[in-house]
């Protein structure tokens, strides 16, 4: 139901923009997440955003990751500044609750010099 892009390979304090398309019914009405995970770690929400556009930042991305949405196109973009190799992971989209099961692929993000 979802399906992530725009990963790769950055250097540290490089940008990357993820996007997120969903092909889920009354998206507008959904509030949304992009979530990570790295190897051996559970998936942890990084943002989210309110249906109405409001967004919430996890305390190690603030002030430098941006997400939007865009109810019409059913997407939601992260644009990811100054990377650290912190950052790594693969990311992913989902509703915020997540819905089990409904995953998409990821993306990969690798922050490397």
């Known amino acids: 139901q979802y399906v992530e892009s725009g990963g790769g390979l950055v250097q540290p304090g490089g940008s990357l923009r993820l996007s997120c398309a969903a092909s889920?019914?009354?998206?507008?009405?959904?509030?949304m997440g992009w979530y990570r995970q790295v190897p051996g770690e559970p998936r942890k929400l990084v943002a989210r955003?309110?249906?109405?556009?409001?967004?919430n930042y996890a305390d190690s991305i603030k002030g430098r990751f941006v997400i939007s949405r865009d109810n019409a196109k059913k997407s939601v973009d992260l644009q990811m500044n100054k990377l650290e190799p912190e950052d790594t992971a693969v990311y992913y989209c989902?509703?915020?609750?997540?819905?089990?099961?409904?995953w998409g692929q990821g993306t990969q993000v690798t922050v490397s010099a």
């Open positions: 989902n509703a915020w609750p997540f819905v089990p099961n409904s």
């Open positions: 889920i019914s009354l998206f507008s009405i959904v509030e």
């Open positions: 955003i309110t249906t109405n556009g409001n967004p």
